[in-house]
């Protein structure tokens, strides 16, 4: 017998006993002209701002009004060490030490920091894996990275790539190309939850099998930390990257955080670019001593960071450290595994999810492919009052976040795609 049930009482009594109904209380949720608030599915693409946002970037902005520059070591949140700040929530949000953790820039300029010192092609090794499907601007940077060392972007890229009429990738072609070509790999990099069908990749065992080729191995983490639990130091990664504005709502175009891990930690002859925030504390104001870089992923920085987006930062990673990643990832596969026996019971044989259905093999989000459909099923369907996301040529991304998103979302959001698709 499921553990679900049809029906909006169902739903209801869900939300009642939700242990973290309150946290939705503590975000704007958008509404639309008439004062109603919306279904808003779309956290894997931009989170809500929590309401404590505002008050935490006003707390900046009003130490650089009534300290002006002094705020770099006065401000009640002293800017010279603010990114110290989040460090310790960051680990421990993405399941790793502090030293091996830092936020700054923004995700793609990270991934090519990391590609400075962690691809290292040479004549006979030189060719980098990625998934097929990956996020385009990971696509991009990687093929500019063979192109800057002087390699045939297309050559050069090695792509893993379902089976064919299937959307999801398996581990055995994955072993099959290294066992092949494994010599001829210098870099492994690939989205740790992937953004079109939202599989995640069991980071440990692609690590394991690319460290057993010598490959170094990364992973663009975009769409998994906020989201799933991802033991990056566990899993052996060399280096990882994620953007702040997706799960961890911290606004548009807001700071990324980088991994590296702990083996790298002193190495100071791997190559990388560098600047002043790369260089010893103690004597980075001294401006005449010679680069000194910094231990860990602090040594990556180049640059003094923006403290208003950091604030937003913060504001977030204060409220994952109440409820804590594990106690979401347990609500999270209530509310999806709840949205998948809702869309299954719908019985329509042009609906597809191409999401795994086991939940160690995803997050939040669904990708719902609808056949035959083009965007104006998703233009329906936001005017009936729920933001998605469509996504080229037939699917509807789908992600109910549990910080904000309830069982009755969920409920409603299928309701009203069952009457969009039966006129």
């Known amino acids: ?40 599915l779309t956290g894997n693409s931009l989170g809500l701002q929590p309401i404590s946002t505002k008050s935490y970037i006003n707390q900046e902005l009003e130490d650089w009004a009534n300290l002006g520059v002094e705020g770099h070591a006065h401000a009640k949140n002293p800017w010279l060490s603010y990114h110290e700040f989040l460090t310790d929530s960051m680990a421990k949000l993405v399941g790793a030490k502090p030293i091996e953790v830092v936020v700054m820039n923004t995700l793609t300029a990270n991934l090519h920091f990391m590609m400075v010192s962690f691809y290292q092609p040479t004549q006979s090794r030189y060719k980098i894996l990625i998934e097929s499907d990956a996020f385009p601007s990971d696509k991009y940077a990687v093929e500019s990275q063979l192109r800057h060392h002087g390699f045939d972007d297309k050559e050069g890229l090695i792509l893993w790539k379902p089976r064919k009429n299937e959307e999801l990738l398996h581990y055995e072609d994955l072993e099959a190309i290294l066992e092949s070509q494994g010599d001829e790999i210098a870099l492994i990099m690939i989205g740790g939850v992937n953004y079109y069908t939202g599989q995640y990749f069991d980071l440990k065992r692609i690590t394991d099998l690319g460290h057993k080729f010598d490959c170094f191995v990364g992973f663009d983490c975009a769409h998994g930390a906020g989201n799933v639990v991802l033991n990056l130091h566990d899993s052996g990664a060399d280096f990882a990257v ?40 103690q004597t980075r104001f001294n401006m005449r001593h010679e680069f000194d870089v910094l231990p860990g992923a602090e040594g990556w920085q180049l640059s003094n960071p923006p403290i208003l987006s950091m604030a937003a930062i913060k504001a977030s990673l204060d409220l994952f450290n109440e409820v804590g990643i594990k106690r979401l990832t347990k609500k999270s596969r209530k509310l999806t595994g709840y949205f998948e026996f809702l869309i299954n019971k719908l019985n329509n044989k042009d609906i ?9 093999e995803r997050g939040c989000q669904l990708s719902i492919q609808v056949k035959n459909a083009d965007k104006n099923l998703h233009d329906k369907l936001t005017k009936s009052g729920v933001l998605s996301d469509w996504r080229e040529p037939d699917v509807i991304r789908c992600a109910p976040v549990p910080l904000y998103n309830t069982f009755e979302d969920v409920y409603f959001i299928v309701e009203k795609l069952k009457n969009i698709l039966s006129k």
Not at 6 to 31: C, M, T, V, W
Not at 252 to 258: K, N
Not at 352 to 360: A, G, H, L, R, V
Request: net charge positive; charged share 25%.
């Open 352 to 360: 597809k999810i191409i999401t795994p259905t086991n939940p160690e």
């Open 1 to 40: 017998m499921s553990k679900y049930q049809l029906g909006l009482d169902f739903a209801k009594q869900q939300d009642y006993l939700d242990e973290l109904s309150d946290y939705r209380n503590k975000f704007h949720i958008p509404k639309d002209k008439n004062g109603n608030e919306l279904i808003y």
């Open 242 to 281: 994620w953007c702040t504005y997706k799960y961890l709502n911290s606004g548009p175009g807001s700071l990324a955080g980088c991994f590296v891990h702990e083996r790298h930690a002193h190495n100071k002859n791997l190559n990388r670019f560098t600047g002043w925030w790369s260089h010893n504390k």
